[in-house]
Structures are given as structure tokens and as C-alpha cells.
């Protein structure tokens, strides 16, 4: 069964430095992969989508996720973290091709980013 | 840009009352989705719906709940007889007929059954 690994459930990270967000999926099939985030009292926003094109993945905000079939990994990145990017990031994965668009979300990282 | 939106925003009721959530999808898209998320806890598949019936639903959607589109505009999601445990984030979602697994997501209802 597909299922996603979040590996941190909290990140903490100073402005200005690098944010990495882990993530390790499952899926018999070939995947879609997304990261959504959720700010505060808000909804959940699309930051990028993975759709075995390329494997580095440009989204929102200055995010990207590389995916890396060798090692299961769909890990979000971004090279200098805002106070804005204070969130909650979900890792989730569509097995697209067994259901019709079923999302299997993780379990969330929160990301705090201290001035 | 279009979005989906969701009301009420917060909804309060009665263990055993019935609920309606009511969500507007963005008004192209075909494929339409209920998820919820319990406090502290993952965010779950409910139901997806399309051309005017259940897709797929998960072990959640038991028979308190039901799905419907009651115009060319609405998806509206009902659980018939609350429960404590049925306090959660219900999020509705959308997606176009062609890349069905990218899913806009609404802000969310809270539902807290007392």
C-alpha cells in the first residue's frame, strides 16, 4: 500500500539559513508527489507537484523538492528560510494510477523560523 | 485566481444533530473530495465524487455520512447523526478533469460536536 514518511515532525531553523523538509514515500506504482502547506487558521495551499517529469521540482515561495527514486525521497527544500515560511508542510502521495486521485498525506512538519 | 471556499467556517452542534458542510469547488473543475483532519493527526480521505456520484470512499464514510451536488455549484457534505469522535477540520477540494490528482484545497471547517 502507498503511504508517505514524514521523518521530522518539527523543524526549527534560524532566518536566512536552509530549510529541508524529509520526506520518504511507498507506492507500487509510479507516483505523484506534492507538497502542500498550511498556515495558520488557513487552508491547504499546493507549494509543488512531482509527475515523473523532471526530477527537481521548482514551486512557490522559492520551495523545491527533488525526487529521488534510488532512495524513496521527495525532500523539500528552500536556500534561505522567510518568517513567512512558518508552517506546516505536508508531504503526499497519489498512487494516480489505481484510484481516482485519492491523496495519502503525511503527517506534517512544522516549521518554525526563528528572527 | 479561482478558489475554493468552504462555510461556515467554524460549526458547532449536539452529539446526534445532523450537519451539513457546504463547499463551492472551483467552477471548471469536474472532480470533487472531502478530506478531514482530527486535532494532531493526519489529514484523511473521506470521498471523492464525480459526475454526480461516489468515486471512491474511505472506511470513514460510513452510512452517517452522504455526499451530494445539489446545484451547478455546491458539494455538500452530511453527517446525519454526530458523534464526539466526528470533531474535526473537514476540507473540501477540487481538481479538473485532466490531472485529477492535483487537488485545490478550501480553508477548512471546523466541526466541534459537543
Known amino acids: 500500500a502507498q503511504s508517505v514518511t514524514q521523518l521530522d515532525s518539527h523543524v526549527s531553523v534560524s532566518e536566512g539559513t536552509p530549510v529541508l523538509l524529509r520526506c520518504n514515500y511507498s507506492?507500487?506504482?509510479?507516483?505523484?508527489l506534492f507538497w502542500y502547506v498550511q498556515h495558520p487558521n488557513k487552508g491547504l495551499q499546493l507549494l509543488l507537484k512531482?509527475?515523473?517529469?523532471?526530477?527537481l521540482v521548482k514551486g512557490i515561495n522559492g520551495f523545491e523538492a527533488e525526487f529521488k527514486k534510488s532512495e524513496t525521497s521527495f525532500h523539500l527544500t528552500k536556500p534561505s528560510a522567510h518568517m513567512s515560511d512558518a508552517a506546516e508542510y505536508f508531504c503526499v502521495v497519489s498512487d494516480y494510477g489505481r484510484s481516482q486521485g485519492n491523496l495519502i498525506f503525511g503527517k506534517g512538519t512544522k516549521l518554525s523560523v526563528k528572527p | 485566481e479561482p478558489e475554493v471556499t468552504q462555510t461556515p467556517s467554524h460549526q458547532v452542534t449536539q452529539m446526534g444533530q445532523e450537519v451539513i458542510l457546504r463547499c463551492v469547488p472551483i467552477s471548471n473543475h469536474l472532480y470533487f473530495y472531502w478530506y478531514r483532519q482530527i486535532l494532531g493527526q493526519k489529514v484523511e480521505f473521506l470521498v471523492s465524487?464525480?459526475?454526480?456520484?461516489?468515486?471512491?470512499k474511505s472506511e470513514i464514510f460510513d452510512d452517517q455520512f452522504s455526499v451530494e451536488r445539489p446545484d451547478g455549484s455546491n458539494f455538500t457534505l452530511k453527517i446525519r447523526s454526530t458523534k464526539l469522535e466526528d470533531s474535526a477540520m473537514y476540507f473540501c477540494a477540487s481538481s479538473a478533469l485532466i490531472n485529477t490528482d492535483t487537488q485545490y484545497f478550501g480553508p477548512g471547517t471546523r466541526l466541534t460536536v459537543l
Open positions: 507506492s507500487s506504482y509510479s507516483p505523484s
Open positions: 465524487f464525480y459526475n454526480n456520484e461516489i468515486s471512491e
Open positions: 512531482y509527475t515523473s517529469a523532471a526530477t
